[in-house]
């Protein structure tokens, strides 16, 4: 995936509610989305290294039960997540659109394995809002808000807060 400019959207609440963004970024927030059984998710574009399907993942004895394992890609040992355990969903079966999601989060690299990559999407950042109060704080911090378009909700998610200190250390040693 390429792109043509290298400045992150960082997304913030404003004062009313809605996101802004950094400056120069015109008002919109480039991400991939994908989703997670009915559920639709999206990351900043910038943060996603590439997608690839499914393979084979070796599993690593004691590891927390959202780790899928290890793979291999191209020389580079890379944890893989599942996302569906991460977000204590019920377990799909793998198929021909499961993706891996080869992803940066605070200088690590993991997988993401996903049901399906939608897209890549440029949201106005006049169309997202701050995730609910039912949400905020009740171990959701990585849902950054909430993006409105063509009659469904997109959760955005910060990759950054997505793992907890411990969680992020298990992470550490798998490479």
Avoid: C, Y
């Avoid at 499914?54 to 899928?68: G, H, L």
């Amino acid at each position: 995936m390429e792109t043509t400019h290298e400045a992150t959207a960082t997304v913030a609440p404003g004062a009313s509610g809605q996101f802004r963004l950094g400056a120069g970024d015109g008002g919109l927030l480039q991400l991939v989305t994908f989703t997670l059984g009915e559920e639709e998710f999206g990351v900043d574009i910038l943060r996603v290294q590439e997608i690839i399907r499914m393979m084979p993942v070796t599993r690593v004895p004691a590891a927390p039960s959202f780790v899928e394992g290890i793979i291999n890609l191209r020389g580079k040992v890379i944890p893989v997540i599942d996302m569906r355990a991460r977000f204590g969903l019920r377990a799909g079966a793998a198929d021909e659109k499961t993706r891996i999601m080869v992803v940066e989060m605070e200088g690590r690299v993991a997988g993401f394995i996903v049901d399906s990559v939608s897209q890549v999407l440029r949201l106005p950042a006049s169309t997202v809002e701050a995730p609910p109060a039912v949400i905020e704080g009740g171990g959701s911090d990585f849902i950054r808000g909430v993006g409105k378009l063509e009659g469904r909700l997109l959760l955005l998610l910060d990759l950054d807060l997505l793992l907890g200190e411990g969680e992020k250390a298990v992470l550490d040693g798998l490479h």
